[in-house]
């Protein structure tokens, strides 16, 4: 909702860059945290125009140098625009991997469930395998009440097997 009008009123680096925060704000004020993403659109749009010559870096580490851009962003951004082998992990990616056993269900952070997703998973699957597994945890293995009777994953899937194993299942 808010990105048309902004993008069509900023629709370069340079322009943004050119706006002050009472000019830009306004077209975010929506959106949570509207303050701080002003600040960072601002932030990130000087960067790109004075030290990346308007283009987006093509690497994790120099993305997650612009202001608001943390690690799943970067990775997004690596993965969707650049097609790098990538993993953003997001609640559902997170979620899913430790259900279905893919990493160890103690892996207690993001990081390294996306350094063990990335070690197992073949580089040319990993743009894709971000997406299925986004997927598979927005529409069947929800966090709450997972649609097990739906999945077609259960013959592999280490909670499925634990609660049929606890006669749940």
Known sequence: MVTPKLFQDF???ESMARADFDILFPYIKSVSFAGN???HLLGMSRM???QYGSQIPDTVEELQKLPGVGRKTANVIASVIYNQPTMAVDTHVFRVSKRLGLVDT?????????????KYIAKEYVPLAHHWLILHGRYICV???PKCEECPLTEWCM????LKVEGKG
Request: aromatic share 6%; proline share 10%.
């Open 143 to 145: 966090a709450r009440r």
């Open 48 to 50: 790109l125009v004075d």
């Open 37 to 39: 993403k002003t600040k």
């Open 106 to 118: 103690k892996a207690s952070t993001p990081l390294a469930v996306e350094k063990t997703l990335l």
């Open 11 to 13: 629709p370069t680096p």
């Open 159 to 162: 909670y499925f097997n634990k």
